[in-house]
């Protein structure tokens, strides 16, 4: 029960994000909406800022499922489909959250899938964990950079082109920065 109750309240929470801001959305108004008491909803999250989160990780683990090898560029594609087919929502949470709080949540949530993706690229290379670390750090800043000015050019970017493009740049810092410690 408490599976089914976690999947109306995301269902509900992501249909009023495509219908309205997300800083209207209220704890109150989904409840209602769901049909579900304040103290069900407050069972499973602390406030819509934790609902937030785990819309987010939600739609990270479905792009990218932990334990499986990442293939950033496809999945960047398809992320980025998906952005442009729903523009409302990310229109409703990229306008409502400051920018501090948004790049915690980009952050965080895209700390472990870089880590992954330097580890997969490194292969059985004797690298330390801070090496991997800090490569994984400026490839997450690099991408972030490169997802905010889909958003902010009102994601009108040809995304095969501009993914391809930097897929250049990436592979090649990728290349470098790990034979660069050898």
Request: proline share 3%; glycine share 2%.
């Amino acid at each position: 029960m408490a599976l089914y109750t976690k999947k109306l309240i995301m269902t509900t929470f992501q249909n009023m994000l495509e219908e309205m801001p997300f800083d209207k959305i209220t704890v109150s108004s989904l409840v209602r909406r769901a049909g579900i008491s304040n103290n069900t909803f407050y069972y499973h999250y602390q406030d819509i800022y934790a609902l937030l989160d785990a819309w987010f990780r939600e739609k990270v683990e479905y792009f990218v499922p932990n334990g499986e090898p990442i293939e950033w560029k496809s999945t960047t594609k398809a992320v980025l489909k998906q952005c442009k087919a729903h523009p409302k929502t990310i229109y409703h949470v990229f306008d409502c959250l400051s920018r501090d709080r948004l790049e915690r949540y980009i952050f965080s949530l895209t700390d472990d899938v870089f880590y992954r993706l330097v580890q997969q690229a490194a292969g059985e290379r004797p690298l330390t964990d801070a090496y991997l670390r800090s490569i994984a750090s400026f490839c997450r800043y690099a991408y972030i950079g490169f997802v905010m000015q889909f958003f902010w050019n009102h994601m009108t970017n040809d995304i095969d082109e501009s993914v391809d493009r930097l897929a250049t740049l990436f592979d090649s810092f990728l290349t470098g920065a790990i034979h660069a410690a050898e």
